[in-house]
């Protein structure tokens, strides 16, 4: 491979994408007895993951180089890397092993950093939450257990040599951010619009590589938890108040309620 | 008593008010020390002193403001290692997330993000996170310590009690080897003459507006009322409006007086973010959308015809 050496001169990257495997976020999702997610139902590839598949898929076009993705989850999730595959990555890593489920956002921290570490990434880009969780904690621990710095909330992202610059979103506008690969970044769901792939994608990704391994593969342990599940009840739910179709006294009744709440 | 830190958030020399929410259930769980880093530390200490703390570790180094995440995340496990707290609150905020999310993989320790609530039990802390969007409500036990909880803003009101927190100089040279994702420029885009999250009256909007070039007649709206406009995810991904106009799981989290959702579905995703509204209306073509179940009043017709004629209705009603 001439990847490593052609690297040094800062024209090749090779990048991982994390990527999940998620409830169809347009079926309704249904708990297990041990407040897990049922996954026997429809799972698609996380749209925000295919995002950061893009972006790896952009870069690598500019730069040269190589896009992995790396995954967590039950060996089904390999058609999640599938997908990504056929949009265009070039290899999987598929992290499986019956004692990761129900695995936290530390313990699936630990297990991606053990499975990415070997690969050495310019970049690891990450979605900022998952569809289903939406905690948002792995990327930040991961770049921790990396020893990467990360650069967060990327909605634009440039790299120039060793150099990475992001846009990232903040509540009233964007920070323009800096740092030198190796680097982690969490891409929104607005950075790029994900390719579909095509008919030629699809058959590539059939021979594509997709590695498994399993938590001794990765000399990691489960160990204990850092929080548990209690319970799990409906939220309390705001009761309908009167639905009126608009027959022209649609304004006066709004501003009845604007009254009433004091507003106008 | 619980030792109980809150992390109380700093940026652009400014206290966040998240940090002042967080006070109000923190000193209710135990013995309060906050820690501010940054830009104006030592002056938010006695603000956080009003609210309860007893002690205030400061550090006004510049890296905590230029750099994201491991400065601060440098201090925490330094005082950490120092304090042995029994709890640590985060606000539910992309800077606060950075850091929890670095500190907790430091310590080796779990954590608990987009808790509603926090509680103590049985020597313990227990969370209450909403799930798939808040339909569900999960009690997550802390079984480390330090438990770690990051609480969704607005879910506490802020409140003083009185009080002087001690000041402390938290001394830490920050490495090299934190100074990496530097911000080198802050760009504001959102113009906004009220602020989205301290809005009385927000007025959202979703794909029903049919193009960002109906966004205006909301403006119009919100600027009778003296509102703010906010936006569902569908059309800040779709580019119609920027992303500080969100509402929602992944955007702002909103409690007005009064919140109208305008051709906005109602989807669990932008619902968590504004069901704690005290008055919600909601005006969608389709009556059976999902948020004229949760609104108290539900109009069913053209939004675009109703947002002028209520606009030119409010306008009329203040002369």
Partial sequence: ?264 | MAKVWVYAEMSGGRLQSTALELMARARELGEVDAIALGAGARAAAATLGKHGAKAVHVNEDTAFDDFIAEPAADALAALHDQQQPDLILFAFTPDSRDVAGRLAARLGKGLISNAGDVHAKDGSFVATVPYFGGAKVASMHADGKPAIVLVRPKSFEASETGGTAEVKDLALTIGDGSKRAKIVERVAEASEKVKLEDAKVVISGGRGMGGPDNFPLLEALATALGGAVGASRAVVDAGWVPYSMQVGQTGKSVRPGVYIAVGISGAMQHTVGMKASKVIIAINKDAEAPIMKMADLGVVGDALKIVPALTAAVQAKKM
């Avoid at chain 1, 950061?52 to 089904?76: C, D, N, T, Y």
């Avoid at chain 1, 970049?123 to 990327?139: A, K, N, W």
């Avoid at chain 1, 000399?219 to 850092?226: I, L, N, Q, Y």
């Fill in chain 1, 1 to 264: 491979m001439t990847l490593s050496r052609r690297r040094d001169n800062g024209c090749l990257v090779k990048i991982v994408v994390t990527v999940k495997q998620v409830p169809d976020p347009n079926s309704a999702t249904i708990l297990e007895s041990d407040y897990t997610i049922a996954r026997d139902r429809e799972v698609v590839l996380d749209p925000g993951d295919e995002c950061g598949i893009e972006e790896g898929l952009q870069l690598k076009e500019a730069h040269g180089g190589e896009v992995i993705l790396v995954s967590m989850g039950p060996e089904r999730a390999k058609d999640a890397i599938r997908k990504g595959l056929s949009m265009g990555a070039d290899r999987g890593v598929l992290i499986t092993d019956v004692q990761l489920a129900g695995a936290d956002a530390l313990l699936t921290a630990r297990a991606l950093a053990a499975a990415i570490k070997p690969e050495q990434p310019d970049l690891v880009i990450c979605g900022t939450e998952s569809y289903d969780g939406s905690t948002g904690m792995v990327p930040p621990m991961l770049a921790e257990l990396l020893g990467l710095p990360q650069l967060t909330i990327a909605k634009k992202v440039e790299v120039d040599g060793s150099n990475i610059k992001v846009h990232r979103q903040t509540a009233d506008g964007y920070q323009v951010v800096e740092a030198s690969t190796p680097a982690l970044i969490t891409v929104t769901a607005g950075i790029a619009e994900p390719r579909y792939a095509s008919l030629k994608g699809i058959m590539a990704a059939r021979s594509k590589e997709i590695k498994q391994l399993g938590l001794a593969d990765l000399g990691v342990e489960r160990g204990e938890p850092g929080e548990t599940i209690e319970g799990v009840a409906d939220a309390e739910a705001r009761k309908a108040g009167a639905i009126i179709q608009d027959d022209g006294t649609a304004v006066d009744r709004i501003l009845q309620v604007l009254t009433q709440a004091k507003v106008v």
